[in-house]
């Protein structure tokens, strides 16, 4: 697990979720003070194998799904089979769960595979019951499959200050006492390495080595200063080598931030291993120029050059890659598995079996060439196609003084009908893609679009915008123009209507603004009404809008969280749009 822009909504749901995967009760205890440990030491087993982190959830669409999810022991069986193809035989498991840890390890033991496991142990931020259940099973599992189980990781990610899952110190420290007292194998906590950058001692004096994340590429987005990946000053042809170089370099930065900080606490016996890194092989909307197969590849063989060289030197005892397969339930945080979801590998380890290889019961399958991440349209990816940054083309401005999305009207004299664009849903399926109908707008016969919603947990959306990410400079719409539609709906509650454009820094941005009746005209009788927002209005919002790189041209949506609508609402009503156009 990582950061994410998953956001507090989807960490409650995915509470909610591992809840209902706690299903053997044991008893509290109120914490203990302590001081300090005896450091057990990491076994050669587990410092010297490639390690993973790993998680069979295939069918989950979002954390409401995780708990009805079934997973069959055959279908960890064929994970396990792939990832020893792949030369991994050290696996991360989150936590101490029946249906996900207790089955893998029992598939492990009961076929005599070839895999040890760092277990763990999810650890819950207001809920001490369900917590000390939790660690009650990671006793049992980490002493009944002794030989198996080489470590045990209490919480992941509890404790860095920007936490979904904050637990305090004192009852981290209490958790892991609580755990390490009752087994033999070394003990830990997951979290960022910006926390091991600050460890208190209340962590460190109960701890036999440090587990730290480190991500390098994900830091691009929530600290764009961390480190310089666009390398504008490197010439095009070198830059995605240098980036990935630097990434690189970024990772070792911090990684030694934190042996820096635990040796000068005195902790230079401490061991750390990287718990967690990796790089996404598709862009959900915040690594543009970085995520790519390609570039997953680069980053993987760095990582292991490092890591080879760091088990007889200075650098991390292990390291773990984030992550094995990809896990659709994370939705915009998914995309990091070294195989997709359908268990197909992808280029960074496709070349160590022959695609269509049998391997125990799985069949070693190659992940095909995406043709939108094949630069040169030849069917294979070779480094040619690795992503970097580029500065944004500027198109020249619509001089028009109307520029139109949709409408039946015949265009006026200086007016522009857009082109090349289509509807996206935010995440596939949230929403029928507009249908063309025979009910039509005042002034505007003889059709219009229907929207039917399918929202998801979190609500739905639909953006109108170029398939292959053409901006439209409407730039000389800023000063006095508005975004104007007719629309027809009985919808409940608001709605949000939002832009986004691209910029310089290629960093995109949105705004939406949630209206409800009598906002901007918007009403929601039934009958027809014209909507006028100025574009001021999404300005103020979101300054950082480019009007000269505009993306989506209009977006229509209902996220809950914003509209003030529970979670799973699951409103369907149609909403029927046309005449939908920006004026001067």
């Known amino acids: 697990m990582k950061r994410s822009n998953f956001g507090v909504m989807s960490y409650r749901a995915a509470v909610a979720a591992v809840l209902a995967l706690l299903l053997v009760a044991c008893g509290g205890g109120e914490v203990v003070p302590y001081t300090g440990v005896e450091v057990r030491p990491l076994s050669p087993d587990f410092t010297t194998r490639r390690a993973v982190a790993y998680s069979p959830f295939r069918t989950s669409a979002g954390p409401e799904d995780l708990a009805n999810e079934v997973i069959p022991k055959a279908n960890i069986k064929q994970d396990l089979d792939l990832l020893l193809a792949a030369g991994f035989r050290l696996i991360r498991l ?13 598939v492990i033991r009961d076929n005599r595979l070839n895999i040890k496991v760092q277990l763990g142990a999810f650890v819950l931020s207001g809920n001490d019951v369900a917590s000390r259940q939790e660690l009650a099973r990671s006793i049992a599992l980490a002493n009944e499959f002794r030989d198996i189980v080489l470590a045990v990781s209490v919480g992941n990610e509890t404790m860095v200050s920007w936490s979904f899952n904050r637990i305090e110190p004192a009852l981290m420290a209490d958790y892991i006492r609580t755990v390490r007292r009752q087994i033999l194998q070394p003990v830990t906590t997951d979290d960022n390495y910006a926390f091991w950058a600050s460890a208190p001692t209340v ?41 990935m170089d630097a990434a690189i370099v970024e990772t070792k930065r911090q990684y030694q931030e934190a042996r820096s900080f635990l040796d000068r606490k005195g902790l230079s016996y401490l061991p750390i291993i990287v718990g967690e890194t990796g790089w996404n092989a598709v862009d959900l909307g915040r690594q543009a120029f970085r995520a790519h197969p390609v570039n997953q590849k680069m980053y993987l063989d760095r990582l292991e050059a490092w890591a080879a060289e760091s088990r007889g030197g200075a650098g991390p005892r292990q390291v773990f890659y984030f992550e094995a397969f990809d896990e659709p339930w994370k939705q915009g945080d998914d995309k990091w598995g070294l195989f997709n979801k359908d268990r197909q590998a992808r280029f960074a380890i496709e070349a160590l079996n022959d ?48 520029y139109t999305l949709f409408s039946d009207v015949p265009p006026g004299p200086s007016e522009v009908l857009a082109a090349g664009l289509r ?13 063309v109908v025979g009910i039509f707008g005042v002034g505007d016969a003889d059709r219009s679009l229907e929207i039917t919603p399918r929202p998801a947990s979190y609500g739905w959306g639909l953006l109108r915008q170029s398939p292959t990410a053409v901006t439209e400079n409407l730039s000389g719409f800023a000063a006095n123009g508005r975004l104007v539609f007719q629309i027809s709906t009985m919808y409940p509650g608001k709605i949000e209507i939002g832009i986004s454009t691209d910029t310089q820094d290629r960093e995109p941005q949105e705004a939406f603004l949630q209206i409800q009746p009598g906002d901007f005209g918007y009403c929601n009788t039934g009958a027809w009404c014209t909507v006028s927002i100025p574009l001021s209005a999404f ?27 529970p979670n799973n609402s699951g409103i369907t009503d149609k909403l029927y749009l046309d005449a939908i156009r920006w004026v001067k």
């Open 423 to 435: 509807w996206d849903a935010f995440d596939g399926n949230t929403a029928a893609f507009p249908e």
């Open 94 to 106: 989150f936590d101490s769960s029946d249906k996900v840890a207790r089955q893998t390890l029992e």
């Open 355 to 402: 695609n269509g290889a049998p391997v125990g019961s799985a069949t070693w399958v190659r992940e095909p060439v995406n043709p939108a991440q094949d630069s040169n349209g030849d069917g294979v990816y070779t480094d040619a196609d690795a992503v970097y940054f580029k500065l944004p083309v500027v198109n020249p401005a619509v001089t028009a003084d109307q």
């Open 203 to 243: 962590i460190t004096d109960e701890i036999d080595f440090a587990a730290l994340h480190t991500y390098a590429n994900l830091d691009t987005w929530f600290d764009p200063t961390r480190w310089d990946w666009k390398l504008t000053s490197v010439p095009e042809s070198e830059r995605a080598v240098a980036m």
């Open 539 to 565: 300005q103020a919002v979101n300054p950082k809008l480019d009007l000269s790189l505009v993306l989506s041209r209009f977006v229509i949506a209902d996220r809950y969280a914003f509209t003030g609508k």
